[in-house]
């Protein structure tokens, strides 16, 4: 395979790691929800974690299969890692953020509406 070939490779391996962290933020709204962050259900974390990983290896491998990659090589795998990387650093944060505010408002709606239930209808 050629430089450019390679470099193509990798930039879509990098893409590929953007795609995964992307998809990270997904199973960490799971354990928020779940309540994994404050300490309890640990092992819905570790499960969530498991199954993050299990996904990502498939989706990496069908990547590799799509892009026809060829073979097992360093810098696709230091691509998916640095897409990773990148994706942390620049968007986390602010994905973070806005999982954050949903999620309250979200359970300030649910308590409302909990106390709407409970407390008897005036006429």
């Known amino acids: 395979m050629d430089s450019v070939g390679q470099l193509r490779c990798f930039l ?12 990270y933020e997904t199973i960490s709204f799971l354990r ?3 309540g994994c ?3 309890k259900n640990k092992a819905v974390a570790v499960v969530l974690d498991i199954l993050f990983w299990i996904v990502f290896a498939c989706f990496c491998v069908f990547a590799e299969n799509l892009f026809k990659f060829k073979g097992f090589r360093i810098y696709i795998w230091s691509g998916y890692a640095l897409g990773g990387i990148i994706y942390f650093i620049f968007l986390h944060r602010i994905v973070a953020f ?3 505010v949903c999620y309250n408002k979200a359970t ?6 909990k106390n ?7 006429r």
């Open 12 to 23: 879509l391996a990098v893409g590929v790691g953007f795609a995964g962290g992307i998809f």
């Open 32 to 34: 928020l929800l779940f």
């Open 37 to 39: 962050r404050q300490g």
């Open 98 to 100: 806005f999982e954050n």
């Open 108 to 113: 300030k709606l649910v308590k409302k509406a």
């Open 116 to 122: 709407r239930e409970k407390t008897p209808k005036q």
